[in-house]
């Protein structure tokens, strides 16, 4: 019953910027814990940054420092924030949301690319 929509990927030069977005659908979508992984290709994906409702957010070391991760609760989106960027950081990236009752959602994913 939720849906996610990903958008704002692309092709930037390393060092630059780029900010993502996710447009969460459906009840109560405000009060779950959000977040952002990516996938590399050949590679296991791996958890970027969460923010449940209300805070706390978490980052992996790897983007610390670089990213922010950040929520606008009256139009149920998520945005991620990416700074300094670097060829590492290219990878499919998908927003993910989780019910209380463990119940994950998954977005359909935006290709980020950096070139060096």
């Known amino acids: 019953q939720v849906q996610l929509v990903e958008s704002g990927g692309g092709l930037v030069q390393a060092g630059g910027s780029l900010r993502i977005s996710c447009a969460a659908s459906g009840d109560r979508v405000s009060a779950y814990a959000m977040g952002w992984y990516r996938q590399a290709p050949g590679k296991q994906r791996e958890l970027v940054a969460t923010i449940p409702s209300g805070g706390r957010t978490n980052y992996a070391d790897s983007v610390k420092g670089r990213f922010t991760i950040s929520r606008d609760n009256a139009k149920n989106t998520v945005n991620l924030q990416m700074n300094s960027l670097k060829p590492e950081d290219t990878a499919v990236y998908y927003c993910?949301?989780?019910?209380?009752?463990?119940?994950?959602?998954w977005g359909q994913g935006t290709q980020v690319t950096v070139s060096s």
């Open positions: 993910t949301l989780v019910t209380f009752g463990g119940r994950s959602y």
